[in-house]
C-alpha cells in the first residue's frame, strides 16, 4: 500500500469551475498535510498545508482534512487556465519526513 | 528574506560516470536539507535529508550520496551513474518550529543518464 495515493487524472475542468481533488494516506499517525502545485517541467510550490480537522480556506482553494477517514482533498474554486498543474499532496510522516503522492494533473479549459 | 540556488539545470551524463549536484540556502540558518528524485510521472522520492553540518540520513540505499560540508550547503553525487539514476533532482529546505515542515523547493536539476 502507497503511503500516500491520489488520482493521476488527468482532471478536466472548464473556466469557472471547481476542481476537487482527493488524496488518502495510510499513516493514521500523520498530523501534518501539504498541497503543492508544479508547473509542467518547474519544481513544486507550496500552496497551503492544514493540521486539523475541518476546513481550511486561502483565496480560491480550500484545503479539508478528515483525519478518521485520513482523507484530505483540495478545492479550487472558479479555476483559472493558470491553474493547470500537477497538484501534489504531501504528508508529514515523522520529524523530518514527508511522504508525497503521485500527483493529479488539473486542466483548465477555457 | 530566504533563497535557495540549484545547480546545475540540466545535464546530460554517461553511464559510468560521476555526479555533482550542488545547493545552497542564503538568508537563513542551520535549515533542514533534502534531496528529492522525482522520476518522469512519479511522485516525489524522498533521497537523503539533513539537520545538520555532518549529519545525513539516507532514506533510499543505492549508489547515490549526499554531504553537507557548510551549513547552508547540501550536495548530491554519484562516483558511477546507471541509467536508472535519469531523473528530475530538485534540493529543499525547512525551517524551525512551526513551519519545519514547510518545504522549499529548488528549481531543480533534470539528469539524462544515456
Known amino acids: 500500500q502507497k503511503e500516500v495515493e491520489q488520482n493521476s487524472g488527468p482532471l478536466s475542468v472548464p473556466e469557472g469551475a471547481i476542481a476537487s481533488l482527493n488524496c488518502t494516506y495510510s499513516?493514521?499517525?500523520?498530523?501534518?498535510f501539504f498541497w503543492y502545485r508544479q508547473y509542467s517541467g518547474k519544481s513544486p510550490e507550496l500552496i497551503m498545508f492544514?493540521?486539523?480537522?475541518g476546513d481550511k480556506e486561502d483565496g480560491r482553494f480550500t484545503a479539508q482534512l478528515n483525519k478518521a477517514s485520513q482523507y484530505v482533498s483540495l478545492l479550487i474554486r472558479d479555476s483559472q487556465p493558470s491553474d493547470s498543474a500537477t497538484y501534489l499532496c504531501?504528508?508529514?510522516?515523522?520529524?523530518?519526513?514527508?511522504?508525497f503522492g503521485a500527483g493529479t494533473t488539473v486542466t483548465v479549459r477555457a | 528574506s530566504q533563497t535557495i540556488h540549484q545547480w546545475p539545470a540540466t545535464l546530460v551524463q554517461p553511464v559510468g560516470s560521476p555526479l555533482s549536484l550542488e545547493c545552497t540556502v542564503e538568508?537563513?540558518?542551520?535549515?533542514?536539507l533534502y534531496w528529492y528524485r522525482q522520476a518522469a510521472g512519479r511522485g516525489l522520492q524522498l533521497l537523503f535529508y539533513?539537520?545538520?553540518?555532518?549529519?545525513i540520513s539516507s532514506e533510499v540505499p543505492q549508489n547515490l550520496s549526499a554531504s553537507r560540508p557548510q551549513d547552508r550547503q547540501f550536495i548530491l553525487s554519484s562516483k558511477k551513474l546507471l541509467l536508472s539514476d535519469s531523473g528530475f533532482y530538485l534540493c529543499?529546505?525547512?525551517?524551525?518550529?512551526?513551519?519545519?515542515?514547510?518545504?522549499?523547493f529548488g528549481a531543480g536539476s533534470r539528469l539524462t543518464v544515456l
Open positions: 504531501a504528508v508529514k510522516q515523522w520529524d523530518y519526513k514527508l511522504s
Open positions: 538568508g537563513t540558518s542551520n535549515p533542514n
Open positions: 539533513s539537520v545538520g553540518i555532518g549529519q
Open positions: 492544514i493540521y486539523s480537522n
Open positions: 499513516d493514521r499517525g500523520s498530523q501534518s
Open positions: 529543499a529546505w525547512s525551517g524551525t518550529g512551526f513551519r519545519a515542515n514547510v518545504l522549499t
